[in-house]
């Protein structure tokens, strides 16, 4: 049977408010972070934002190894739609990649930026953006293939790739593959378990994250800011919310996925937490209902024999 779903979940900075857009909310230090990701069992995390961790991969790999815990992917935001800024742009993420590679990570995983600082408001690209696009995205994944490292569109809030529709056009356009964000699909007016069953081959890498639907309507209509809703509380601990979480992880597991599952409660902190408290619940809860999930998975006879025939 493949590793357990625990054996395969990563940690990631932005559940302890660690976030690259500028006055986000309080940044905690990477040790405290760190430390508690690796309290609650987890070996394995997304490297945060530039700046949360050195520079250089080697300090990178050896700020993680002091904790018994390794890379698996960056989030990096990147401009690829506009033609005068796309060479830039790829210049740009080779290093990254380049970089991340030498880390030890495997993901890169890429928002489609439409140039703004934050994530406030909806994002569009006209039709010859799209195809800049599609060709950009493409590049970008032979420059992540000849380092051994898997491109993944990461559908976000305030980005070009948003709802259902421009999840299915950028599959179309390139041969990128998908990062399958359960919180900000649902933020787009998606139903996260139908796109893990109709295009889960393309999935390289997931990020689970639950959400309240009243709240992420407000937000995709404009009626809340994203921010403003972030910090109220819109994304929940895994199971208390309306992403389907459970039917999602079910699909990808049944449908042959292998890869990561990073556990994700963006939030935006006013200060300091209390030692034990805080993100680290929140976490803490998650981790019990992916444990309970997969208990689940594993006595279900026909999902149990679709994992083993892959094993």
């Known amino acids: 049977m493949s590793a357990p779903v625990r054996e395969r979940v990563a940690g990631a900075p932005i559940t302890w408010g660690v976030c690259e857009v ?23 995390t997304e490297v945060g934002p530039e700046g949360f961790l050195p ?4 300090a990178v790999r050896s700020v993680l190894a ?4 390794r890379p698996v ?26 970089d991340l590679a030498s880390t030890g990570a495997t993901v890169l995983v890429l928002a489609v930026s439409i140039g703004r600082e934050g994530y406030e408001g909806s994002g569009e690209i006209d039709v010859q953006g799209w195809r800049t696009l599609g060709r950009a995205l493409d590049r970008v994944v032979e420059m ?5 490292v898997l491109a993944a569109v990461h559908p976000h809030h305030g980005t070009a790739v ?12 390139s041969r990128v593959s998908l990062c399958l964000d359960t919180g900000h699909l649902v933020v787009g007016g998606a139903d996260p378990s139908s796109i893990a069953a109709r295009v889960g081959d ?21 009626a809340l800011g994203y921010r403003d809703a972030v910090a ?7 199971g208390e919310g309306d992403a389907n979480i459970a039917d999602t992880v079910r699909i990808l597991e049944g449908g042959g996925y292998t890869g990561w599952h990073v556990l994700e409660q963006d939030a935006v902190l006013p200060g300091e937490p209390e030692a034990g408290v805080g993100p680290v619940e929140d976490a803490r809860a998650s981790l019990a209902f992916l444990d309970r999930l997969w208990e689940e998975i594993a006595s279900d006879g026909d999902l149990r024999s679709a994992v083993q025939g892959r094993a």
């Open 144 to 148: 992540a293939e000849e380092e051994g």
């Open 22 to 44: 500028p006055g986000w909310g309080h940044q905690m230090a990477p040790e405290r972070v760190l430390a508690e990701m690796r309290s609650l069992g987890l070996v394995a």
């Open 202 to 222: 393309r999935v390289g890498h997931v990020h689970l994250k639950d959400v309240a639907a009243d709240v992420a309507a407000r937000v995709r209509t404009g």
């Open 232 to 238: 109220g509380g819109m994304f929940r601990r895994l």
């Open 73 to 98: 992917a960056a989030f990096v935001p990147a401009v690829l739609h506009e033609p005068d800024l796309v060479d830039e742009e790829l210049a740009r993420l080779r290093g990254r990649i380049s």
């Open 55 to 58: 520079v250089e991969p080697s």
């Open 162 to 173: 948003e709802r259902s529709q421009e999840v299915d056009r950028v599959l179309e356009l």
């Open 66 to 69: 002091e904790v018994g815990m």
